[in-house]
């Protein structure tokens, strides 16, 4: 599959954006979507994944309560609702695909074969 990043911007501390992923090629009920983020200088790090088949997720801490990932099936496409920003946010997202079941813990790289372009997201204090 192929995938797209889309959706990033500027926003104030407090506001919201939403990050769209849309995939072309094969379907993605089996696979894995997961959105990284990385801070320049930085490791790159999964914050949430969502099964598309089951629609199973997984949360990294530091966005629980204030990001949610949704899915279309049929659109091939993931959504991150990220409310509550913080400068902290600050990053260029990805989102990246894999078989469901591969690869070792969903926040690091292993396994992930497909990965959109990244998309800068700023969050001004």
């Known amino acids: 599959v192929q995938l797209q990043a889309s959706g990033g911007g500027l926003v104030q501390a407090g506001g919201s954006l939403r990050l769209n992923c849309t995939a072309s090629?094969?379907?993605?009920?089996?696979?894995?979507i997961t959105w990284f983020r990385q801070v320049p200088g930085k490791e790159r790090n999964g914050i949430i994944c969502?099964?598309?088949?089951?629609?199973?997720?997984y949360y990294a801490n530091s966005v629980k309560d204030r990001f949610t990932v949704s899915r279309d099936n049929a659109r091939k496409a993931v959504y991150l609702q990220m409310d509550s920003l913080k400068p902290d946010d600050t990053a260029v997202y990805y989102c990246?695909?894999?078989?469901?079941?591969?690869?070792?813990?969903?926040?690091?790289?292993?396994?992930?074969?497909?990965w959109g372009r990244g998309t800068l997201v700023t969050v001004s204090s």
């Open positions: 090629g094969d379907s993605l009920d089996n696979y894995s």
């Open positions: 969502i099964q598309m088949r089951g629609g199973s997720i």
């Open positions: 990246a695909a894999r078989r469901t079941g591969s690869g070792g813990a969903y926040y690091t790289e292993l396994g992930y074969d497909s």
